[in-house]
């Protein structure tokens, strides 16, 4: 155990940990630089880690140009003592633009250290702001997908399902979905391989999607699930990828969303809670979302 633990260990320091899906991917032998491809870092880093690290860059910046203040001789007025808390604070107000008016420079050093500084300020400043409008207008489908697969009888036939609903409640045209799966499979040269096919599905479109799709898959002769047991998905690692494209009318932009399965997520022989209850007094249908994810065994 020590053993395996410690070429994890090693794999781990050499390589890249890539999430797909519910896997952990462990890639090697591509060393891409961190300032190669800074600005899909930035898009892609969490919102913590995105202000956490603009504020560490903010400070960073301001300790630089107050270092060099501090090293010039009685390059600000109004600095008592020339303290480099003082010169940090006036380097905070120059990078910002803010200029309080309290400090400024009095020699030709302090003015071209200021100079370059606000050079760098409306540099860096221009930069964050696209950032932050850019992670802000990216737009995002808030699809919620149920934890499992469900296979079952559906107009009587065995047909494999996947719900998922629209958690804002407006209005996505044209929405689309696709349905794939993910198998290990041998080569006639004996080689192992991952395959993935698209499973056919009952109806892939929607002209709008508000609340509620129940996608359906009918497992026929010609469908690669036919015949294949909770034993079978297990020996070929099968996975399933579902995909979802539409047009939100609200924030009139294209939304892209996706949601991965692994084999012990299909419930054999379940189907979905109803969520539905037409029976309102008022005639209203009332859509209970607090079941979305619940099977029925049949």
């Known amino acids: 155990m020590k053993q395996v633990a410690g070429e994890h260990n090693d794999w781990m320091a050499k390589g890249r940990v890539v999430r797909l899906g519910g896997r952990e991917i462990i890639t090697e ?90 050079f760098t300020g409306i540099f860096s400043m221009s930069v964050m702001t696209g950032l932050i409008f850019a992670r802000f207008s990216r737009p995002q489908a808030r699809l919620l997908f149920a934890n499992q697969l469900v296979i079952s009888n559906h107009e009587g036939a065995p047909t494999l399902m996947v719900r998922l609903a629209n958690e804002r409640q407006n209005l996505i045209g044209n929405a689309s979905a696709r349905l794939w799966l993910f198998k290990n499979v041998v080569t006639a040269e004996g080689m192992p391989f991952r395959r993935f096919v698209e499973l056919p599905l009952l109806r892939s479109e929607s ?72 029976t309102n007094p008022d005639g209203r249908v009332r859509v209970d979302y607090g079941r979305f994810h619940e099977t029925v065994e049949i």
Not at 218 to 244: K, R
Not at 247 to 252: F, G, L, T
């Open 29 to 118: 032998g591509l060393n891409l630089n961190f300032w190669d491809d800074i600005s899909h870092r930035c898009m892609t880093a969490s919102w913590p880690a995105f202000i956490s690290g603009a504020a560490l860059v903010f400070l960073a910046f301001n300790a630089f140009f107050a270092a060099f203040y501090w090293l010039g001789h009685q390059p600000i007025s109004n600095v008592p003592g020339g303290a480099y808390i003082d010169y940090f604070y006036f380097s905070i107000e120059t990078l910002s633009t803010a200029g309080y008016g309290d400090m400024h420079p009095q020699t030709h050093y302090g003015h071209f250290i200021a100079t370059i500084e606000l």
């Open 207 to 278: 002209p709008a999607l508000a609340l509620s799709w129940t996608l359906h898959h009918v497992i026929d002769e010609t469908s690669p699930l036919h015949g294949m047991t909770m034993a079978d998905f297990e020996a070929v690692n099968l996975s399933l990828s579902v995909v979802v494209t539409g047009y939100d009318v609200v924030a009139a932009q294209a939304v892209h969303a996706r949601k991965s399965y692994d084999h012990p997520d299909i419930r054999f022989g379940h189907r979905y809670a109803d969520i539905l209850d037409a």
